[in-house]
């Protein structure tokens, strides 16, 4: 992980446990129709955590997400656990959706000792299936009972539906002397299964900062790494950010260290999470810059990697640039194409708005060790447009687009 | 085609030469890099006719594009001809592709004997390429000499890429005892060859109106036509739609019903374009009501119609509802999720806002007829969605994801 190289920053083992004070677990408790996978996780905060949430943005979202925002209003970020279920959405269920995370929330609660409004509720799985509450609940006393500090790794497996791979990081710095650990999990959408699209993530720091602070550094945060990735463009019922910080306060004059330390989890998390895409053989990275704004160049770097066509031709190692800038074209931002430059790789296909010459083979060798070869996790498929002598740039995150996406979603019915 | 049984229009032959007073021609020019198919089309105006154009919104587009805005600006949509090449998009090709754009129409004017800036000039083929300009000059005289009020069918095969099927359509009504003909051709995306993704559609038509009211007309017809389909979401550098009102002045009465043919012809049309999508088996249909204003029925109709999920869920035959709402619900626009009732075929699969029971192997093999069975040109895989109690409905078309479509624009390389 490069980025890691420049900053502060550096990686250690333990995930959303590693910051002090935060326990997990994950257990299986016979909630997915395999039956013997870890389904279900908890996270436990320490005292006087805060929470920041980012949720889905679809009007059509499960009650569990409607649970956690109201929840966060009413204890004004004062939650202490989180449950993940994995299995069933529990979206589209109607009232019950509600009653059944209530109940859960509820038992969780007697069982930790705490409050029901500090307790969150996640799920992910099948849209429109209701979660087996009784499985739910006679698992709950395992589920406490193995909470850890060793238990990230546990909970990290018990959220994923049908990733290909579990999806967990932590790093740690020191700030004024003082150790400050960031932890994190995700799911993404791997849906061999369909309809297992939800994008689970949490994370964990044991540095403490005002709620209006911090509230505002996961804003920023989520902006830059989860809103930037880019699987397929659909979005879940039941997407969730959720964040806590807990510990001692931490100065201000580490609050930028820290947002450094922020978006090199949550940005890790959401490369993953985009190379794992269904049916995905590899990261792709756009870089745009020159912009006018941050916002001109993050819609553009979006809206290339999220074109089907860009992504297939990327899948067939072809040096389509005419696709690229067709797609920087769409995306509603004004720019000179006289100005426009490309690069695929380390490759320069395009000057000034006119294409050049390049050497074909290099670059498409360059796009097969990319996509066919590399095994790596940190190795990525690179475009990048320069779209003038603006100052701004912006990067986004997605993958190819196989015939394997296709499989998955079309053909797994015959 | 069902609609036409309800309005005033019949289906006749002919093309863009029914309407009185129009010719067109289409010849090979050896443009195409297979050589001896049509690639050079001609269309031409009675004296007076009058043009409204609707172009590509992308910021990249090609300099015959700027050509077409800025002589349909300097006449007041007072040109002549439309010359169109297809083999080469001459997009991306810098300031040549303004030059030949220029020296094409110069010497198609002078051919003709009208002004230079009544020609228009649309080009379709691969970004980057400039014209074969030696080809096409040689190949005027011919192209001149050919035109005909015959000509539609040779013009509707000459502006074709890798289109699977030829887009013409014409149309025929009484008025106040005076015959009305509206005629059309267009062709698609289907990129067998990759990047010919442009859109391109000429309507004629001899009915003549005051240049307000038919450029007025002309873009709603294209809101509810051109606007409402899409293939894989992206736009291509040379997307255009001219469309003539050419004859003597049509009476104020009649308005209305004119545009219902002008919609008949551009809804038939782009329902081609879009069945003949790349890789597509199907055209797929989505109804939105209930919504409070058109543009949200129409926002959520085209976001469905575009979700990958859903595309790839049709195209597996999976009554996979659940993706459906998924899409509805990020579309942008707000509802109630209580109030949402769906609809695959005929069949009622969720009822205000819960999933109802249905026979799955009924709604699969409706499915099934639709994706596989189909071969007739009126069928289409149908989603209806009802959002509320608003009065605003919408249409969009669009066709099912295959694992073909990945084929065509991924590893036509391999």
Redesign the interface.
């Known amino acids: 992980m490069s980025n890691f190289e420049s900053s502060k920053w550096s990686l250690v083992s333990g995930g959303i446990t590693a910051p002090y004070g935060f326990l997990a677990s994950g257990i299986s408790a016979g909630l997915k129709p395999s039956g013997n996978k870890r389904d279900l996780a908890l996270i436990l905060a320490p005292k006087n955590a805060l929470c920041a949430g980012t949720f ?6 499960a009650k569990c997400i409607d649970l956690c925002i109201e929840r966060l209003l009413e204890t004004v970020g004062r939650v202490r656990a989180i449950l993940v279920n994995s299995g069933q ?1 529990n ?4 009232l019950r959706g509600l009653e059944d995370s209530v109940i859960a929330s509820k038992a969780v609660a007697e069982k930790l000792g705490i409050l029901e409004s500090e307790v969150l509720i996640c799920s992910t799985g ?3 299936q209701p979660i087996p509450m009784q499985n739910l609940l006679k698992g709950l006393d395992l589920l406490v009972n193995s909470l850890s500090d060793q238990g990230s790794n546990d909970a990290a497996n018990a959220i994923l539906t049908t990733d290909l791979i579990k999806k967990e990081i932590a790093i740690e710095s020191y700030l004024g002397g003082r150790r400050i650990r960031i932890g994190g999990i995700a799911k993404g959408s791997g849906m061999i299964h ?2 297992m ?1 939800t994008m689970l993530a949490f994370l964990t720091c044991d540095a403490g900062l005002p709620k209006k602070v911090w509230d505002e550094m996961i804003k920023r945060v989520v902006h830059s790494s989860f809103n930037a990735i880019t699987v ?6 039941n997407d969730a950010f959720l964040a806590f910080s807990g510990g001692d306060p931490l100065e201000e004059k580490y609050f930028n260290e820290l947002e450094i330390g922020l978006k090199l989890v949550s940005t890790a998390l959401a490369k993953s999470i985009a190379r794992d895409g269904e049916g995905a053989n590899c990261l792709l990275e756009v870089k745009v810059e020159g912009a006018q704004s941050l916002r001109d160049a993050q819609i553009i770097a979006r809206t290339i990697c ?4 860009v992504k ?2 990327m ?4 040096p ?4 690229i ?11 000179s ?1 006289e100005e ?1 430059s490309l690069w695929i790789g380390s490759f320069q296909v ?1 000057s000034k ?3 050049i010459e390049f050497n074909k083979n290099l670059v ?1 060798s360059y796009m097969n060790e990319m996509v066919r070869v590399n095994d790596s996790k940190t190795d990525k498929l690179f475009i990048g447009l320069r779209i003038g002598d603006g100052k701004y740039e912006a990067l986004a995150w997605g993958c ?4 394997e ?3 998955i ?6």
């Not at 889905?56 to 979202?61: A, C, D, F, G, Y």
């Not at 397929?232 to 019922?237: F, K, P």
């Not at 899948?315 to 072809?318: A, I, K, L, R, S």
């Not at 190819?400 to 015939?403: A, E, G, K, P, T």
């Open positions: 889905t943005q679809s009007i059509v979202r959405a979206a589209c269920t109607g099948v849209i429109g369909p309809d699209a397929d463009g659909d979005t879940s019922t999220s074109s089907s066509l297939t031709a899948h067939g190692c072809d389509n640039w005419g696709r800038i067709a797609a920087a074209g769409r995306a509603g931002v004004l720019f194409q426009v395009m708005g006119l294409p498409v190819d687009l196989s015939s996406y296709i499989h979603n079309a053909d797994y019915t015959t």
